[in-house]
């Protein structure tokens, strides 16, 4: 079937891991992660980044960093990837559940101060499909009430908000650099820390519970455990190919928004109409074009679309059900989600990939005109 994505390999791939392995330095630290981290220290504006090997590892180090544990809270969309609430969980906190808005899909800001308990310590926000959350209400809610703020931006690598790098407004952040992400090197994330105050817990968490970052830059003869941590580090093969999709990553944008911007327009009319909604970009934020979805009311509609689209081999799916919906809630506290229940009912998202051509655009274009314009 068509994939909904393929990782963008650049010529500069080719020089990067040939570099690599002519080399035979695979050592972690060594030159293509701390590349990395640099680049993205620099590109997003934020005072530290540290690879890791998944988006659920740099969200397992945010739950460390902002103190994660038995008795406490963190707020969380219901609508989102279980890794969200599953870092919290995996360290005894219990992730506090709320609905999300009807435009973005990310979560609905009016509704965070009624979540909030002695034991909430923290607000854990998703940047929905690469569009940014309200933010500025966010951090005022967070300031008044002494809370952390978290970004999962496993979605919005390189999206704005109001000028600002996503990732770069909360105290910390985590981005995913897994196959179907933007940017990729197959499986990996990054910790971003904007919070100077966490850097100390966030390199011994990094590096397995022990000071051996201290002991590479010579300040300790010999490193010994001082602290909780997990094999979290990057290894420095996927670094170098990440290193090369770094480099190109205007062109992967500028890629991904052409497609984003054609479906975007060819299916104006079937919104006008009633027959579905199509993704809404607030003032103020630039998205990166990581996902293109539609919401589609009717029930047979949405059935009939999925039917058809297997039929012809489009790889035109469902998303996660809520967090609240599923087993995990036995692990949370839920405030009524209806509007999760209602997005994770109606959404369905289409084929984006770089090289995606007019004619595959087209022929999914068709597919919704043809079923949902019927008589």
């Known amino acids: 079937s068509i994939p909904n994505t393929v990782p963008y390999l650049n010529p500069n791939t080719t020089k990067t891991v040939t570099d690599l392995m002519q080399s035979s330095r695979i050592q972690t630290h060594y030159k293509y992660g701390p590349l990395c981290e640099r680049k993205l220290e620099n590109e997003l504006g934020v005072k530290k980044a ?152 966030a390199f011994i968490a990094w590096e397995k519970g022990t000071n051996r970052f201290d002991f590479l830059e010579g300040k300790v003869d010999k490193y010994e455990w001082v602290g909780k941590g997990g094999s979290f580090v990057l290894s420095e093969i996927p670094a170098a190919l990440l290193y090369s999709q770094l480099l190109e990553r205007e062109y992967i944008m500028q890629a991904r928004l052409s497609v984003w911007t054609k479906y975007f327009s060819a299916i104006e009319d079937l919104d006008k109409q009633g027959f579905l909604m199509r993704p809404t970009v607030p003032d103020g934020c630039g998205h990166n074009a990581h996902i293109f979805y539609i919401l589609i009311p009717d029930k047979k509609h949405h059935e009939l679309i999925l039917k058809k689209s297997k039929e012809n081999k489009i790889g035109i799916f469902q998303h996660y059900s809520p967090l609240h919906c599923s087993a995990g809630s036995r692990f949370c506290r839920s405030l009524p989600c209806d509007q999760a229940v209602s997005t994770a009912n109606q959404l369905l998202r289409l084929p984006l990939w770089i090289g995606m051509d007019d004619d595959h655009i087209s022929k999914i274009v068709a597919l919704l005109y043809s079923v949902l314009t019927r008589e």
């Not at 800001?109 to 309200?134: D, L, N, R």
């Not at 952040?173 to 820390?193: D, M, P, Q, R, V």
């Open 50 to 201: 540290l690879l890791v090997h998944s988006g659920t590892g740099a969200l397992e180090l945010c739950a460390l960093c902002v103190g994660a544990q038995q008795g406490v809270e963190i707020i969380v969309p219901s609508f989102t990837f279980v890794s969200t609430a599953n870092c919290f969980v995996t360290h005894g906190a219990t992730p506090v559940l709320v609905d999300i808005r009807p435009d973005t899909q990310n979560i609905d800001e009016t509704k965070i101060e009624a979540a909030i308990t002695s034991k909430t310590i923290a607000i854990c926000v998703v940047h929905y499909a690469g569009v940014a959350c309200e933010m500025d209400t966010i951090m005022e809610i967070a300031r008044r009430h002494k809370l952390y703020v978290i970004e999962d931006n496993a979605h919005g690598v390189y999206g704005t908000y109001k000028g600002k790098m996503l990732g770069s407004i909360g105290d910390c952040a985590a981005l995913s650099f897994h196959y179907t992400k933007n940017i990729t090197c197959g499986e990996g994330g990054a910790l971003l820390i904007n919070n100077p105050s966490m850097f100390y817990d």
